[in-house]
């Protein structure tokens, strides 16, 4: 651990938290439907598309009709990506002449991509035609992560409105997060990545003779656009099998410096929108100090580990930390800074290994997922992952002083507390259940690359991440088999919309409440003792939940580790 690491780690959070506040400030009035500067050009685009789509914007929804809008939208996007897939072999833009995709890798990939995960059990450019990678993934990129946000905006309208029954209007949201806030920041990011060296081109692939004289075919193609909303929408996947390790999807330290802040961009100022919007604040800043407190913990674990390297490094005079499976032009600090993020913001877009990690380097990624992926979380989807805990923090609070809990003005009742216990529960029952069957079922054992602990790590990471709609992988689990494409798409199936319907439920039950204003026993909740409080029930749910899998995985094999035993 060195000096210039942490100032690296210090200079990302102090961007982050300064650019928080413009952008919660700009995204507000976007979903408000106030004008911005954007207006005069996006805004009779917009009235087009309604027209269009027979869209009233003034008529908003009941959240269960906002709800099965979200659904139907899905299955429509599921449709497409299936389809194109399929037909691949006689679609254009196929300069590779890629053949059709297999139906359960289809269904995977389409079912990744609905539900905003991009867990990719295959090489982008060994086997996906420009269409495809463009029409298909990059176009589902946009959509799934605009889901995200609205769904997020519906639940701070439940906590925001008094007496109504309507959360606004799945169309509009979506329609307006797309177009004032992900493709306007996309287009600027894209020639950005341009400049440092990533491709766009509809061109063919590059013939390169090397100095031995061998051939060799350098795969190109409409790179940028794609790691653009790949990284602010939070999506994860990558163009290349090698992800944001490959040189032409992050070529510099300042594209992958750049690719870190754009990953926590707007779930930080996720936070703001939901300050503002309950019109205090200090709210939005306390959820961002919760995030703020399990990131920093995190990447202080995560750096130490991979700094300090193994007894077998040292056996073998190797004394400088742990280099295996990162890119030379990022070293230590910015690879584990790179896996924190990524797994904590639900992104899935990874610049190392994390199956070269040493046990405690690669448990705290495993960890972020298993909370739920709400320290930032993806976009939209780690404020009400987030918000879901503090229900659960609040309830508690109550019973401790014996009031009603309350929060931003309203009672949390028992309708609350169960639906956020409901959407906090289905997670573990896939993490933890799948993980069972497949390191007990001969098929998928067979795809283990590893032994022991490490590899029932590989395989609880790989549900771990598919449930929680991250889509990073382990690396060491050889995932495009048949068992592996189906159970994987039924977790992040299961991960993303049964965690979507309850939080649905209380912003439709909180909006039709009326709002109380705050008393001399109301709990402050936007001090220490509740960024507190929310820490300590969400470490202790998760310990709860998950230190027997992590005792069997990534925890044994450090104690082992530390014995000079490797796996």
Known sequence: MTMVGWLQIILFCVIIVALTKPLGWYMTRVFSGERTFLSPVLRPIEAGLYWISGVDERREQHWLTYTVAMLLFHVGGFLIIYGVMRLQAILPFNPAGQGAVAEDLSFNTAISFITNTNWQ?????????????????????????????????????????????????????VTRTTLYVLLPICVVYTLFLVWQGIPQTLGNYVEATTLEGAKQTIAVGPVAS?????????????????????????????????????????????????????????????????????????????????????ATLHALGLTGGNMEGKEVRFGIVASSLFAVITTAASCGAVNAMHDSFTALGGMIPLINMQLGEIIIGGVGAGLYGMLLFVVIAIF???LMVGRTPEYVGKKIEAREVKMAMLAILVLPLMYLGWTAVGVVYPAAVASMANAGPHGFTEVLYAFTSATGNNGSAFAGLTGNTFFYNLTLASAMFV????????????????????????????????????????????????????????????IVEQLAMNAGNVF
């Open 121 to 173: 059990n295959y090489g982008g450019e060994s086997t996906l035609s420009y269409l495809v990678q463009m029409l298909g993934l990059t176009h589902q990129n946009f959509l799934s992560a605009a889901t995200g946000i609205a769904l997020a905006v519906a639940l701070i309208r439940g906590f925001s409105r008094a007496s109504m029954r309507t959360v606004g209007n799945f169309w509009v949201d």
């Open 226 to 310: 794609q790691v653009a909303i790949k990284m602010l929408g939070t999506n994860g996947g990558g163009f290349f099998n090698a992800n944001a390790a490959h040189p032409f999807e992050n070529p510099t330290a300042l594209s992958n410096f750049v690719q870190m802040l754009s990953i926590f961009l707007i779930g930080a100022a996720m936070t703001n929108v939901f300050g503002r919007m309950v019109g205090n604040q200090r709210q939005g800043w306390a959820i961002l100090a919760v995030m703020g407190v399990l990131f920093v913990a995190g990447v202080a674990v995560t750096y130490w580990a991979e700094a300090n390297g193994t």
């Open 396 to 398: 508690v609070a109550g």
């Open 495 to 554: 991960g993303r919309f049964f965690m979507i319907i309850p939080a649905m439920a209380i912003a439709g039950s909180l909006a039709g409440k009326k709002t109380h204003p705050p008393s001399a026993g109301t709990f402050p909740t936007t001090g220490g003792l509740f960024v507190g409080l929310v820490v300590g029930v969400i470490l202790i749910i998760g310990g709860l939940t998950f230190f027997p899998a992590l005792a069997l995985g990534p």
